[in-house]
């Protein structure tokens, strides 16, 4: 515990919906749901005037429908979102080495290690210099919290909600956790808190008060000794500024449960290129392969087989995905795979036997063999990603038509993007269908029959017009898509506009900036100036 409440938590308010309604002028001051739009599809993020009427994280979008009916509900726009999250951790890069980011809107910092405070008053003035800067760089606001220990700053940032700054003085933590249900604390969930209750015990002053050796009866010793440390306020971890990645998933729970083997191993495969794209994008490599199978009844089943040394072949992974899947009943129905990587590695031990039959292959396709140039089904040689339109094949490749237009969902929503871990979503709804070029989730050709494929456009996706410009699909089905042309930096709402699905002069966009480009950059500079020249008498 420090003597000095140096440890700072931000978390960015309602992340994804607030960055939309940043984006979407329309759309300030009115119920704004992120997340899977299909039937099974969960809430990633909802704006505070969505939780007026119920709605919150990593709730089924059936419900949230139901209780919010006249909502906007959009699907994730993650290249938006990394973007911002970058320009913040740039700022909070600015105030200390020692930045922990715990996901994209979320992170630590230690103020003391970067001069940045050394008391009450400082790490106070810091804090609040921190949410101008944000809001100024980005138009979006952070909740702050300030404490000795990393707990306690994030229980501060909890209270702070939305848009404010709490600082909880060193030596006042018990007085000020006593009240507080027993649910705050880390790692007390629905069934820890039910034991405790049962127990008597429903606060965090009566944990305190129950002493340790009781908190070891009901919960056993490492649970026991672990929670009482933290009613009392204690706290030593450590804020890291590298956190090693234990491994890389991903993951689509499919609107309709799969029942055709040959879909469900097309599937797997799919989801096997996806993880290698970002296995390789982290700079890692991996030794164990790992395949989620949850099927009709929400049993789940995990396989894992470990080969005898790291690789990002994708090639590699789906043939083991592939074996893995062997071993599985599908029987009955599977509602979501997923395909993971671990034991990572930053170095390759290539597989020899694969290449080698990767050459053979293509050797066999040049010389005319049976099966046209891959062989039927069109699956690649070794190490080519995607490069055919069969199982093998690529996100957005010429594959098989998919009915359902599944695919393209993240893994994990609020850590997607992120590794997949512990954020609204992590069941793996995906938050839309594949990605069109330049604009995530925005649009996908589905074959129609004996006809040319008709686009599709996902609600809260980014478009351009050749003739009225930016906007963003607020809806479409019936063969038309509605447009409203806004831009972030509009005063008022923007016109609406419909158009053919099909219609030349309306395209996929990349985001726009929700900040002015040169204002933020101002701004980003001015942020790291100060930075650079107040540093806390007798810092480091």
């Given at each position: 515990m420090r003597a000095a409440p140096t440890i700072l938590h931000l978390d960015m308010d309602a992340f994804f919906a607030a960055a939309e309604q940043a984006a979407k002028p329309s759309l300030r001051g009115k119920p704004v749901i992120v997340g899977g739009l299909g039937p099974r599809g969960v809430v990633a993020t909802a704006s505070y005037e969505a939780r007026r009427f119920g709605?919150?994280?990593?709730?089924?979008?059936?419900?949230?429908?139901?209780?919010?009916?006249?909502?906007?509900?959009?699907?994730?726009?993650?290249?938006?979102?990394?973007?911002?999250?970058?320009?913040?951790?740039?700022?909070?890069?600015?105030?200390?080495?020692?930045?922990?980011?715990?996901?994209l809107d979320e992170a630590f910092v230690d103020l003391e290690a970067g001069g940045a405070a050394f008391d009450e008053a400082s790490a106070r003035a810091a804090?609040?210099?921190?949410?101008?800067?944000?809001?100024?760089?980005?138009?979006?606001?952070?909740?702050?919290?300030?404490?000795?220990?990393?707990?306690?700053?994030?229980?501060?940032?909890?209270?702070?909600?939305?848009?404010?700054?709490?600082?909880?003085?060193?030596?006042?933590?018990?007085?000020?956790?006593a009240?507080?249900?027993?649910?705050?604390?880390?790692?007390?969930?629905?069934?820890?808190?039910?034991?405790?209750?049962?127990?008597?015990?429903?606060?965090?002053?009566?944990?305190?008060?129950?002493?340790?050796?009781?908190?070891?009866?009901?919960?056993?010793?490492?649970?026991?000794?672990?929670?009482?440390?933290?009613?009392?306020?204690?706290d030593d971890r450590a804020v890291v500024a590298e956190r090693d990645a234990k491994s890389v998933s991903v993951e689509d729970t499919f609107d309709v449960d799969l029942h055709d083997r040959v879909r469900i191993q097309y599937e797997v495969q799919?989801?096997?290129?996806?993880?290698?794209?970002?296995?390789?994008g982290s700079g890692h490599s991996g030794r164990t392969i790992v395949l989620k199978v949850r099927r009709f009844d929400f049993s789940t089943l995990t396989r894992s087989e470990t080969l005898r040394g790291p690789t990002d072949d994708p090639a590699v992974v789906r043939e083991?995905?592939?074996?893995?899947?062997?071993?599985?009943?599908?029987?009955?129905?599977?509602?979501?795979?997923?395909?993971?990587?671990?034991?990572?590695?930053?170095?390759?031990?290539?597989?020899?036997?694969?290449?080698?039959?990767?050459?053979?292959?293509?050797?066999?396709?040049?010389?005319?063999?049976?099966?046209?140039?891959?062989?039927?089904?069109?699956?690649?040689?070794?190490?080519?990603?995607?490069?055919?339109?069969?199982?093998?094949?690529?996100?957005?490749?010429?594959?098989?038509?998919?009915?359902?237009?599944?695919?393209?969902?993240?893994?994990?929503?609020?850590?997607?993007?992120?590794?997949?871990?512990?954020?609204?979503?992590?069941?793996?709804?995906?938050?839309?269908?594949?990605?069109?070029?330049?604009?995530?989730?925005?649009?996908?050709p589905v074959?129609?029959?004996?006809?040319?494929?008709?686009?599709?456009?996902a609600a809260g996706s980014d478009v351009r017009h050749a003739v009225y410009g930016a906007g963003w699909v607020q809806g479409s089905g019936v063969g038309r898509v509605t447009v409203r042309f806004e831009e972030p930096g509009s005063r008022v709402p923007g016109r609406v506009r419909t158009f053919r699905v099909d219609d030349p002069d309306l395209e996929p966009s990349d985001p726009l900036p929700l900040v002015d480009p040169e204002a933020a950059a101002r701004a980003a500079a001015e942020a790291a100036a100060h930075a650079a020249t107040f540093r806390a008498p007798g810092a480091a």
């Open positions: 709605v919150h994280s990593a709730m089924p979008m059936a419900q949230a429908r139901r209780l919010c009916p006249n909502g906007a509900y959009l699907v994730p726009r993650f290249s938006l979102y990394r973007t911002v999250s970058e320009q913040v951790m740039e700022l909070l890069r600015g105030l200390s080495p020692l930045v922990e980011p715990l996901s804090g609040r210099r921190l949410r101008a800067d944000i809001r100024a760089v980005t138009g979006l606001s952070g909740s702050v919290g300030l404490a000795g220990s990393k707990m306690l700053a994030k229980i501060a940032s909890e209270e702070a909600k939305p848009d404010g700054l709490v600082l909880i003085p060193v030596g006042a933590e018990r007085e000020l956790l009240p507080m249900p027993v649910r705050t604390l880390p790692g007390v969930g629905p069934a820890t808190g039910e034991h405790l209750r049962r127990a008597g015990m429903t606060t965090i002053g009566e944990l305190a008060e129950a002493g340790e050796d009781e908190l070891v009866r009901l919960l056993g010793r490492a649970h026991g000794v672990g929670l009482y440390r933290m009613a009392l306020g204690r799919r989801l096997a290129d996806r993880c290698v794209q970002r296995l390789r083991a995905a592939a074996r893995l899947l062997e071993a599985v009943d599908t029987t009955g129905g599977v509602r979501l795979l997923g395909v993971g990587v671990s034991g990572l590695a930053d170095y390759t031990q290539e597989d020899l036997f694969a290449q080698a039959a990767g050459a053979e292959s293509a050797e066999s396709g040049a010389s005319g063999g049976p099966g046209g140039s891959y062989g039927p089904g069109g699956a690649g040689p070794a190490g080519a990603a995607g490069a055919g339109g069969g199982p093998g094949g690529a996100e957005g490749s010429d594959g098989p038509a998919r009915p359902d237009g599944a695919g393209g969902g993240a893994g994990a929503l609020g850590a997607a993007e992120g590794g997949g871990a512990g954020r609204p979503g992590a069941e793996g709804a995906r938050p839309g269908p594949p990605a069109g070029p330049g604009a995530p989730g925005s649009e996908v074959a129609e029959a004996g006809g040319a494929p008709e686009r599709r456009w």
